[in-house]
C-alpha cells in the first residue's frame, strides 16, 4: 500500500486527495505502472475526506474492471488513498 498526503485547503471543507492506481496490462510481465490522480473532495473533516477518497479509488476500480472485462484491456486495481 502506498501513503499519500491529504491537503486541507486553510478555512473551508475542501481536501485535496492523492489516489493511486496500479496498471496491470497482458499479463503483467512488465515494469510497473501506476496513474496517480488528484481529486478535491468536500468533507466536514480529515477523517470523512479519507473515506470518501477511498470510497472513490474503489469504486472507479470496480467500474474500470466492468469496462474493460473480456476486452483483453489493461487491468490493475487501486492501491490507495490518503
Known sequence: MQTTTLL??????WFLAKIVYHIISGEGNHTPQFDEQLRLIQAENELQA????????EKEEA??????SGRGAA???FIAAP
Not at 50 to 57: E, S
Not at 63 to 68: D, G, I, L, T
Open 8 to 13: 486541507k485547503f486553510s478555512s473551508s471543507n
Open 75 to 77: 487491468d490493475g486495481g
Open 63 to 68: 467500474e474500470q474492471r466492468e469496462h474493460s
Open 50 to 57: 479519507i473515506q470518501k477518497a477511498r470510497q472513490t479509488g
